[in-house]
């Protein structure tokens, strides 16, 4: 099937075969992973949509994509407008589409392994309403129709030694039996990729740029463990380490496990298992109670190990950043580089530390108005020349084995300084960025609470970013760790009223995108740390910045800020030099102390 036009017809005709008048087709797979292997990526396949969040409707006559406000020009740009609809989230829902669209009495397919009990229970819920019955499938349709459907990744795991992760597996799992005795639970069962690699203090590479590999697993009230995965990743390193309180079955038998687990009271996340394990213990007698997975919150709070091996990375990672930036200082104002061509470079850069391990997300290397596409990924038919007297946004990261790096920076490609307008859209960025690395707040603070912070200055001039402003980050895992967010309130996105706790990584990334024209971020990673004051009466937090690489003052409207800001980024620009400085030498260090002078 040469053309995705071809594509959506097969599966018509397929659903057709399995007697369906529709089918829903996420983003994800059996883990409710964001990022997922190859294997799993369907909706990419159906539709070239290629970001890291949305879903599609088939239904025999119509189609339609939902996504969000971060991909609303990305998914223009990948998807054709003749075959599907495109549609945003939250303003409506997939429920809310097929209440209008789909026939009166209609079978629409769902895959219980790709989505949660609640998506299931809202969906069926919305369309009964209207008459059409939602369906589980035990094959899912584009499996049926995709005939070079890449396999599930075989490649072997290994361990996280105890050094970096700052606790031994053994210790994390005999922590959850406690909880599981305490809660009056028998077992937990564990579906999450990051959560089982940090619980068993194991890696891989099954997902690309997200260090985990593919299994399922159950955790006991006895300290026990019951590991699901394919027998030919494991090695006798990764068998010693696990030792005998970890039983080892292929992956396969975890839905028969689950069957398996009559009569005990079992611990399940809602949110992050599928509705078909939900299921499965249910059918097997199971009593069910729905809790967050025990490892979301402890792996969220880096110990004291992670928060250095972090640092160290990000001081690895900061000069490799540096070093490219002033390449491009050199090299961008010629005309001659591309997206691609500038990306490939600071990959470059980044393996001459000989840490990197993978890239920990596809680099955005936005040059001009792809700079306004928040995840924007350039390829062989978009690659943008970058120009002279334009902006350039770069958003890019590494998995090391000490830790997980994110950061943007935006620069002017000279000659000169920026235009007026884009300095003080950039300014507005900048001081909202300031604002909230500088943010001091009550302990149980959500990020709900600290949003406003970064959008302030864009807001006092009718401006916004329809992204969040900090992710969750894990320690040689996930870019994208919950469960804290810095965001909006609502607008369907978990975790905005997770309090904020000491230990916690998060980035600090407000924006501003003039569609067709440019993009502007600044991200750097922070530590949430506990903040004293002698005369306190309550304990307060605020932020440890992680990352350091220089900020552009080409892109700066000076007479803008105030001379608290101007302090702030002499005093970051000092520590860029401090951190950054001995790792470089020649004229890549020359610059560098240029650009760090104060302003």
Not at 75 to 85: E, I, L, N
Not at 115 to 127: C, E, I, M, N, Q
Request: proline fraction near 4%; glycine fraction near 10%.
């Amino acid at each position: 099937m040469s053309t995705y036009a071809d594509r959506l017809s097969a599966v018509r005709a397929q659903l057709a075969t399995q007697k369906l008048d529709g089918f829903v087709v996420p983003l994800t797979d059996e883990h409710m992973s964001e990022y997922v292997g190859d294997y799993a990526k369907r909706l990419e396949w159906l539709t070239g949509f290629k970001g890291s969040a949305g879903a599609a409707v088939v239904l025999p006559e119509q189609a339609a994509i939902f996504v969000d406000g971060r991909y609303t020009l990305q998914v223009r740009a990948q998807v054709s407008g003749d075959d599907w609809a495109y549609m945003g989230v939250p303003q409506t829902s997939i429920a809310d589409w097929l209440r209008e669209h789909a026939t009166v009495g209609g079978r629409i397919g769902y895959d219980p392994w790709l989505h949660t009990r609640d998506w299931v229970a809202a969906a069926k819920s919305a369309l009964n309403a209207k008459g059409v019955e939602l369906v589980p499938v035990t094959a899912n349709p584009i499996d049926a129709v995709w005939d070079d459907q890449p396999v599930q990744s075989q490649a072997r795991i290994s361990v996280q030694e105890t050094a970096l992760a700052g606790r031994s597996s053994a210790d994390k799992r005999a922590e959850i039996a406690d909880w599981l005795t305490k809660e009056g639970l028998d077992a937990t069962v564990m579906t999450a990729l990051d959560s089982i690699a940090w619980t068993f203090n194991v890696r891989g590479t099954d997902v690309t740029h997200t260090p985990v590999g593919l299994a399922f697993a159950i955790l006991n009230a006895d300290a026990t463990a019951d590991l699901f995965i394919a027998p030919d990743k494991i090695d006798d390193a990764v068998r010693g380490h696990l030792g005998n309180g970890v039983r080892l079955h292929d992956r396969t038998e975890f839905a028969t496990a689950l069957s398996g687990l009559a009569g005990q009271r079992v611990a399940v996340d809602a949110e992050r298992a599928v509705a078909a394990v939900f299921d499965a213990l249910e059918k097997g007698g199971a009593t069910l109670v729905a809790v967050r997975d025990p490892a979301v919150l402890a792996k969220a709070i880096k110990n004291h190990a992670e928060q250095v091996g972090s640092r160290n990375a990000h001081a690895r990672d900061g000069a490799a950043l540096s070093r490219y930036l002033h390449w491009l200082s050199v090299e961008a104002p010629t005309g001659r580089l591309t997206e691609i061509s500038a990306s490939d470079q600071l990959e470059t850069f980044r393996r001459g530390s000989d840490k990197l391990v993978d890239l920990s997300f596809d680099t955005i290397s936005g040059a001009g108005p792809h700079g306004a596409i928040m995840h924007y990924k350039a390829d062989v038919t978009t690659d943008r020349r970058i120009e002279p007297s334009s902006v350039y946004l770069c958003d890019s990261g590494g998995q090391y084995a000490d830790g997980t790096t994110d950061v943007t920076r935006t620069i002017w490609v000279g000659p000169g300084a920026a235009p007026s307008d884009v300095r003080d859209r950039f300014t507005r960025v900048l001081k909202g960025h300031i604002a909230l690395a500088t943010a001091v707040f009550p302990e149980g603070t959500r990020g709900s609470q600290l949003d406003g912070f970064a959008r302030q200055f864009l807001w006092a001039a009718g401006l916004d970013y329809a992204h969040g402003t900090g992710h969750g980050v894990g320690a040689f895992l996930a870019v994208h760790e919950g469960p804290q967010r810095i965001a909006k309130p609502g607008g369907g996105q978990a975790g905005t009223e997770e309090p904020l706790r000491a230990g916690m990584f998060l980035s600090n990334e407000p924006g501003y995108y003039k569609p067709d024209a440019y993009g502007i971020r600044i991200e750097n990673l922070v530590l949430v740390e506990t903040r004293h004051f002698p005369d306190g009466d309550m304990t307060m937090l605020g932020f440890e910045t992680l990352t350091f690489a220089p900020i552009d003052r080409n892109m700066m409207d000076i007479t803008m800020l105030t001379g608290a800001e101007r302090a702030w980024i002499d005093g970051y620009h000092a520590q860029v030099l401090a951190i950054v400085g001995s790792q470089l030498d020649g004229d890549a260090a020359v610059w560098l102390a240029e650009v760090c002078a104060p302003l």
